[in-house]
């Protein structure tokens, strides 16, 4: 419909075209480049020591709790830096959140999940934790 509204077509198209100027003093949001790693103490939680994980130490395999958006090569890299040993192979499992019974009024809570890692050496190498 050529002959009516075509003022108002014209009015939006040129309020789309018009940019608001940046005012000098408010930020500007900032991309994070998505292969920036992280730093070793941002990947690594804790070591996972459990009595199946003590058993794997004696096969060179080493557990550690890594953060939920932590990558292979991610831990690679701060296993290195850590600890000073490169890893041969890593291994990934996410244990998802449980829910655990409570001896109070409450009744129920929940367990939060957590993602490990299996940590591969080569047969020379080997971490030490302080206890």
Same mark, same amino acid.
């Given at each position: 419909? !050529?002959?009516?509204?075509?003022?108002? =077509?014209?009015? *939006?198209?040129?309020?789309?075209?018009?940019?608001?100027?940046?005012?000098? #003093? *408010?930020?500007?949001?900032?991309? /994070?480049?998505?292969?920036?790693?992280?730093?070793?103490? =941002?990947?690594?939680?804790?070591?996972?020591?459990?009595?199946?994980?003590?058993?794997?130490?004696?096969?060179?395999?080493?557990?550690?709790?890594?953060?939920?958006?932590?990558?292979? #090569?991610? /831990?690679? !890299?701060?296993?290195?830096?850590?600890?000073?040993?490169?890893?041969?192979?890593?291994?990934?499992?996410?244990?998802?959140?449980?829910? /655990?019974?409570? *001896?109070?009024?409450?009744?129920?809570?929940?367990?939060?999940?957590?993602?490990? !890692?299996?940590?591969?050496?080569?047969? #020379? =190498?080997? /971490?030490?934790?302080?206890?």
């Amino acid at each position: 419909m !050529a002959l009516f509204g075509g003022k108002k =077509d014209r009015e *939006k198209n040129k309020a789309a075209e018009t940019v608001k100027p940046v005012r000098p #003093g *408010k930020p500007t949001a900032k991309k /994070i480049a998505p292969n920036v790693s992280r730093v070793a103490p =941002d990947v690594l939680v804790r070591p996972h020591v459990t009595e199946k994980a003590a058993h794997a130490t004696a096969q060179n395999i080493y557990t550690f709790e890594v953060t939920k958006a932590a990558t292979k #090569g991610e /831990i690679a !890299a701060a296993v290195q830096a850590v600890y000073k040993v490169t890893p041969v192979k890593i291994g990934l499992a996410k244990v998802p959140a449980s829910r /655990i019974r409570l *001896k109070t009024r409450r009744g129920f809570g929940t367990r939060s999940g957590m993602k490990k !890692a299996y940590v591969y050496l080569k047969k #020379g =190498d080997r /971490i030490e934790f302080s206890s």
